[in-house]
Nanobody
Framework: QVQLVESGGGSVQAGGSLRLSCEASGVTYSSYCMGWFRQAPGKEREQIASIDRDDSTYYVDSVKGRFTISKSNAKDTVYLQMNSLKPEDTAMYYC?????????????WGQGTQVTVSS
């Protein structure tokens, strides 16, 4: 079975940086897409970034220029480098995996890691 384990969350002051990691195991797909979602209490879940099998990337406008998604050569680990963090970035961050990027929301999900940005 597919398992995704996130790490790297924590508390940071505005303007600081964090790097989230997501390690996948039990993946049987020959190729796949991985991405990140986030959700704050009382807010709708939103897709933040994704990276496809060809290394093409997607970012939501609110994080462009600040966040960078990348993956290992083995393609079993995805990272989210978050710079210039803002209080508005405070949320639970989730890693997802699916055969296609368009299906990430309905794919496999990790347990989430909390990111808190103080002003």
């Amino acid at each position: 079975q597919v398992q995704l384990v996130e790490s790297g969350g924590g508390s940071v002051q505005a303007g600081g940086s964090l790097r989230l990691s997501c390690e996948a195991s039990g993946v049987t797909y020959s190729s796949y897409c991985m991405g990140w979602f986030r959700q704050a209490p009382g807010k709708e879940r939103e897709q933040i970034a994704s990276i496809d099998r060809d290394d093409s990337t997607y970012y939501v406008d609110s994080v462009k220029g600040r966040f960078t998604i990348s993956k290992s050569n083995a393609k079993d680990t995805v990272y989210l480098q978050m710079n210039s963090l803002k209080p508005e970035d405070t949320a639970m961050y989730y890693c997802t995996l699916a055969k296609w990027c368009h299906f990430l929301q309905g794919g496999h999900w990790g347990q989430g890691t909390q990111v808190t940005v103080s002003s």
